[in-house]
């Protein structure tokens, strides 16, 4: 799963992409033409290291998160992103935009205060510019090719023309795409095209140091600036959890405590990121392996076997499931069977999060 991380400058973004990945990104002079920092991490379950201890497996593997982060300066033309980063922003599963709220007067805002809400705004804006300009040029591509086509293919090509007329001005009523409603046929429609705005989106709101007791008072009150289906808001210290990621974990624990964090913030903007996507986790466990997979939710069983590979899905039987906290309760595989919380399922078995899974199939 790849999550882009924009912002403007002096957001603090790349310091929270250090923290989060635990990387050394070069922060502050980052301009236009730098290339985006790309990190890797595991997405932190409690579940599955719980399963962990009970089958003491030669393997853990957690789920990976890949994180985008892209350059500030691209994002100050007021003509949305550069185009040698839309291919890569396009391909994002979800966006994290990092919006400044604390106070610095070593590092001057570029806008000349600092207003949480207002960069929410026109970040969004600059997103609009990108999915505007690509309708605009999809609706001459479809004028043009509208001239040779056949009766049957033009009614095609003008329900695509009307709704992406109307999509068009929802974006200038400065209305993201995935808060216009669109019905699931409209919606297939343009899974390809790979709209910016109607990507998941978690608003980070980097906050100072005094205010991370604050947090979630500070999630609360950002009102419009994070409503809208598929969006989702973390307040977090970009410094202190940088500060913390170089940390052991007991002292980070401590420290965490003494500043009355009772969730890594970091921890909390992977599980919001993960959850908007709309994927959620299963498990293989074993002597060999304890593994977090990811699926779309309401995959069936086959789907999940799919992921874990090709041939599993193709020859898949049947699915032998069993829910991660009966399994920790009953403390094996044997006894969760005799307690007849090992259940058999079949094609069209929908997975739940949570499940762990052993999949029978045909070689």
Known sequence: MDLGIIGFQRSGKTTIFNAVTRGHAQTGAYGAGAQPNIGVVKVPDRRLDDLAKLFAPKKLTHADIRYIDFPGAAFSEGQGPPAQFLAQLARCDALIHVVR??????????????DAARDASAMELELAFADAAFIEKRLERIEAAMRSVKAGERDAAEREVALLLRLKRGLEDERPLRAQAMSDEEKQSLSNYQFLTDKPLLLAINIGEGDVARS??????????????HTAVAAISGKIEQELAQMSE???AEFRADLGIDEPGLDRMIRLSYALT????????????????????GSTAPTAAGKIHTDLERGFIRAEVVR??????????????????????????VVQDGDCLNILFNV
């Open 101 to 114: 709220a604390f106070a610095d007067e070593t590092v001057p805002h570029p806008a000349g205060s600092v």
């Open 216 to 229: 979630r008072e500070i999630e609360a009150g950002s009102g419009t600036a994070s409503a809208g289906p």
């Open 250 to 252: 007991d002292e980070a």
């Open 278 to 297: 709309g994927l959620i986790s299963f498990f293989t466990v074993g002597p060999d392996e304890c593994r977090a997979w990811n699926v779309p939710a």
């Open 324 to 349: 991660w906290d009966d399994l920790l309760a009953a403390g094996s595989m044997a006894e969760a069977r005799k307690r007849a919380q090992l259940r058999q399922e079949g094609k069209t078995y």
